[in-house]
Each structure stands twice: as structure tokens, then as C-alpha cells.
């Protein structure tokens, strides 16, 4: 995708919504904005722009509503327990075929590919989710590659991630895949992102 013109990147965010799936990429995007790419906007938005309720309790106010994150470039869409309840909700998912119609790159986190394959976005496609919901990845739609090892996958305009923190590698690889490498690289040392669990 090329970056000579400014990219304005949205976070959806839902009641029940995973916190980490959110902040992470949000960490990320919004470092590389601030420290490096001055004409990107990175905003959350609901769909009627009230605050939320994550999946552990964390309340969140997002900049927008579902009208005011139009023209986005780049949609990020989290995992979490919301997402169940979103799968089967046919309006939303009306939406969700509405905005990949005119956003060039969407991506999820985590159990947020539930949703991506209940609208057919990943019909076809390699994809991940979160380890606890690959099974119902496949369940979904039977014609989803579904890969079971990957951090994130990325398929052009359609990138998955697995579970959680595996949302900060793909924001990591957003950036790259936007600026470059070394612009990624910043970030991961700004944001001290060297993970050797202790555990």
C-alpha cells in the first residue's frame, strides 16, 4: 500500500471486546503514527460511539462512531467474548461486508476472524484465530485455510492474527507492510517489545 498520502487507520471496539486485542495493535499503530508518521490517524470507534465494556471489565470511550470512522484505510477488528454474540447478529455483519467493500486492508485479532468468516470475508482464504477457536474457525466456514501454527497471517488485503498478544507482531507487520521494516523495528524498541516469557 503506498504511504505518500496519509493513512487514517480504525480500531472497532464492542462490549466485550479483549482488551490486549485492542490496546496492542492501538500501542503500535499509534507509536508509528506519533514518532514517525505524522500524517496517520489512528482512532477507535463503536458503532454508535459510546463507551464500551471489555471482556475483563476495562471501560473504553473511542474517538467515533461507526459514521464518523468512514475512508478508513486500514480496519482492525478484536477478538473477545463480544465476538459471539456479533457472529450471529446479520446487521453487523451487513456492516462488516460494507466496510471491506471499501476499506483496502482489514485485519483482526484474535477471535475477531470469527466474525471476518461469518461475514465470508475469509471464504477461501488461509486465516488464524486464536488457538481455542481454530475448530470453530473451520466450523464456520469449512473453506477457510485455516493455519494453526502462525502468529499472523497475511493474505493481501485480509491479515489474521492468533490469539491476544499475537495482535502487536501483526500491528508490528502492518507497520512494516505501510512504511518499512526499519519504521517497524523502531516501534517494536520504542515500545520495548522483546518477549522471552518468564514462565
Not at 461469518?118 to 466450523?139: C, K, N, Q, V
Amino acid at each position: 500500500m503506498s504511504t505518500e498520502k496519509p493513512i487514517r487507520i480504525g480500531l472497532f471496539v464492542f462490549d466485550g471486546c479483549e482488551e490486549l486485542d485492542v490496546v496492542g495493535p492501538y500501542d503500535v499503530l499509534a507509536s508509528w503514527a506519533h514518532h514517525g508518521r505524522s500524517d496517520t490517524e489512528v482512532l477507535t470507534f463503536s458503532s454508535d460511539g459510546l463507551a464500551v465494556r471489555c471482556a475483563k471489565g476495562l471501560g473504553l470511550v473511542p474517538d467515533t462512531d461507526a459514521e464518523g470512522a468512514q475512508n478508513l484505510h486500514v480496519l482492525v477488528y478484536p477478538g473477545g467474548q463480544g465476538t459471539r454474540v456479533l457472529m450471529r447478529d446479520e446487521e453487523h455483519l451487513a456492516w462488516v461486508r460494507q466496510m471491506r467493500a471499501r476499506t483496502p486492508l482489514v485485519a483482526s485479532v484474535c477471535t475477531g476472524a470469527l466474525v471476518l468468516a461469518a461475514a465470508g470475508l475469509l471464504a477461501g482464504r488461509p486465516a488464524t484465530t486464536h488457538w481455542a477457536s481454530l475448530d470453530l474457525l473451520a466450523e464456520i466456514d469449512p473453506s477457510v485455510q485455516v493455519d494453526r501454527a502462525a502468529r499472523f497471517v497475511d493474505d493481501g488485503d485480509v491479515v489474521t492474527s492468533a490469539g491476544v498478544s499475537a495482535g502487536i507482531d501483526m500491528a508490528l507487520h502492518l507497520v512494516a507492510r505501510l512504511d518499512s521494516v526499519e519504521a517497524a523495528r523502531a516501534v517494536r524498541r520504542g515500545i520495548q517489545y522483546d518477549p522471552h516469557p518468564p514462565v
